[in-house]
């Protein structure tokens, strides 16, 4: 069981990490243009639970000796949060993070953090006070957005002018990128910010990655043709794994769970292919037992407690309007009208509550009807109904 990873864990060793192949090397080798002069700019999408973070981790393993690689997961802007999550949160984050990387590859900041304060601030009079009857000022600071902004956004091409005879370019993964979307401004105008700036830097690479369906309105903004990256970004998307690579992935990590055919067909079904879920339900599966189609839906049943503690968080989390909005697309998808008429409500007044679980990636829409985006969550729901005769509000 040792080589069978945890579902959330994301930092796989090689003996972990599986599978992925052709998107390690069809990624690679579009980075590596980077060494050559250019800007590689890839967006990363797929599922949760897919793999995606693993995935930019592996990357980051294999570039770091001779790259300078940044990661960045944006969920950590929270900790740069005051009033409200800004590209004030983003940006000093996306320094953090410059900074860190730079640490970790020994190279040499402690410049670059003295010229950011005084470059980024503006110093204004406070007050004289007299030392040895010599007039001393002391000055106040505050932090000017803009400067500060254009600072970062500037660093990479900077660190790199100045240690080019060591590294071969500069990597910058952001991970989580959907979070963008909870900013409290204009989305689309900040994305059109960072591609102006990435268009005139060389020898800098960028992935973006994040959990987002691809019908996300997001994506569009970035990559469509009329997005703030159109035509300048390659758009690639991890999928789940096939049915096969499955059972060979099982056979190899967890040859002590043994299926019989119709057991590993529920098995398939009952995950959908996705790694997290093929991870953690197969951690929970009785060793060196037979694993027949009825054993599988009685284990599975038992598991979606464990399988969906990331997701039963945020139910508990949700108002009630959103989860009673979730509750009444259990069935089926239903329009936005429909969806108000079930709560006995206006339209417009769940129109927060819906962007608010398409950024939570709780629903998601699809030819005009909004659909619960996980399945097996939809599943928790219908056992919760059918066990104790109501959801669980």
């Known amino acids: 069981m040792a080589s069978l990873p945890l579902g959330n864990d994301n930092d796989l060793d090689d003996s972990q990490f599986y599978n992925r192949v052709d ?73 953090e993070s410059i900074i860190n990387a730079c640490d970790e590859s020994n190279i040499i900041t402690i410049d670059t953090k003295i010229l950011k304060y005084f470059k980024t601030r503006n110093f204004i009079m406070d007050k004289i006070e007299s030392v040895d009857k010599i ?116 056979a190899e990590k967890a040859d002590y769970l043994e299926f019989t055919d119709d057991g590993f067909k529920r098995f398939y079904k009952c995950t959908n292919g996705i790694p997290y879920y093929i991870n953690s339900f197969a951690r929970l599966l009785p060793p060196n037992e037979e694993l027949n189609e009825e054993k599988i839906i009685s284990e599975f049943k038992k598991s979606l407690p464990y399988l969906l503690i990331h997701l039963t968080n945020e139910w508990y989390k949700l108002t009630k309007q959103e989860q009673r909005i979730i509750v009444a697309l259990v069935e089926k998808p239903l329009r936005r009208i429909d969806i108000a008429n079930k709560l006995g409500v206006k339209s417009g007044a769940i129109g927060a509550s819906l962007k608010t679980l398409q950024n939570k990636i709780l629903i998601e829409l699809n030819n005009e009807k909004y659909q619960i985006y996980d399945s097996i969550f939809k599943a928790w729901l219908k056992k919760e109904y059918e066990e104790k005769g109501d959801y669980p509000y």
């Open 23 to 95: 998107e390690i090397s069809f990624i690679s080798d579009n980075l590596e243009l980077a060494k050559k002069g250019s800007t590689p700019t890839i967006l990363l999408t797929g599922i949760r639970g897919v793999g995606k973070t693993a995935l930019m981790k592996k990357l980051k393993k294999d570039f770091q000796n001779e790259y300078l690689v940044v990661y960045m997961d944006l969920s950590a802007m929270d900790k740069f949060k005051k009033d409200k999550l800004d590209r004030f949160c983003f940006m000093r984050l996306f320094y």
């Open 135 to 250: 007039p001393i000022p002391i000055l106040k600071t505050e932090e000017d957005y803009t400067k500060f902004t254009s600072f970062v956004m500037d660093l990479p091409q900077q660190i790199y002018d100045d240690c080019e005879e060591h590294i071969g370019g500069i990597l910058i993964f952001m991970d989580e990128f959907q979070i963008l979307k909870q900013l409290d401004e204009d989305v689309n105008g900040f994305l059109w910010y960072i591609r102006s700036v990435i268009q005139s830097q060389k020898n800098i690479g960028y992935i973006f990655s994040g959990s987002m369906s691809v019908k996300d309105e997001l994506i569009s903004d970035i990559a469509g043709q009329k997005g703030a990256f159109g035509g300048r970004i390659l758009n690639y998307e991890i999928k789940t794994f096939s049915y096969e690579t499955t059972k060979d992935y099982l």
